[in-house]
Structure formats: C-alpha cells, structure tokens
Nanobody, 122 residues
Framework: QVQLVESGGGLVQAGGSLSLSCAAS????????MGWYRQAPGKQRELVVA???????IYGDSVKGRFTISRDNAKNTVNVQMNSLKPEDTAVYYC????????????????WGKGTSVTVSS
C-alpha cells in the first residue's frame, strides 16, 4: 500500500501563486506516475498535472504555462507550483499515484491523497 499526504493550498487572489506538495510513503517501489487531480464543485475530477520517475510530464490544457510540477524521487515527493491563478482554478486538489502496471496517470489512479482546498478569489 501507498499513503499520500498533501500539504499547501489555501486562499489566494487571482493572479497570485500557491504551491502544493505531496509526500508518498509505503510501497514506493510500486509507483510510477505521480501527480494532481482536482475537482471543482459540481464538476468531474480532472487530471491537472503528472510526472513519472524519469521526469516526463503531462499538463492539462487549462494549466499549461502556469503550473509546474517537479519530483524528488529520493524524498518521494512531488510538488506543483501554481502561478497566475484564476478563479476557475478553485477546487479540491488531490495527490494521485499510479502503479507501475499503468502506462500513465491518465489511465487510472491507484492511490489517492485526502485532498487540499485551493480557493482563488476574483
């Protein structure tokens, strides 16, 4: 089993920045992709950003150029720096991880964090 613990998030004005961190523990060897999903009120959960052990990244169209993901394999952490935040970025952000048996976090999530709230005021 893998445990994911998020930190960061909060309230920020539009145009501001926030960073989120996720620390993984447990059966780390079984993880490939790590990243973040988000779910806004009344909307489906969507993939925001992901990174694999080799540093290959995936960005959702709505965050390209504004969010940057990084990963420290030695510390088993993944971080996302969110800049130029917009009100539409308001959501609960969930750290997610996919097992090595999946080619990408796009195709399934095996482990979820509990989520952290991000609110962007206009």
């Amino acid at each position: 089993q893998v445990q994911l613990v998020e930190s960061g998030g909060g309230l920020v004005q539009a145009g501001g920045s926030l960073s989120l961190s996720c620390a993984a523990s447990g059966s780390i060897f079984s993880i490939n992709d790590m990243g973040w999903y988000r779910q806004a009120p009344g909307k489906q959960r969507e993939l925001v950003v992901a990174i694999n052990r080799g540093g290959r990244t995936i960005y959702g169209d709505s965050v390209k150029g504004r969010f940057t993901i990084s990963r420290d394999n030695a510390k088993n952490t993944v971080n996302v720096q969110m800049n130029s935040l917009k009100p539409e970025d308001t959501a609960v952000y969930y750290c997610a991880a996919a097992g090595v048996w999946r080619t990408s976090l796009r195709y399934g999530v095996d482990y979820w964090g509990k989520g952290t709230s991000v609110t962007v005021s206009s």
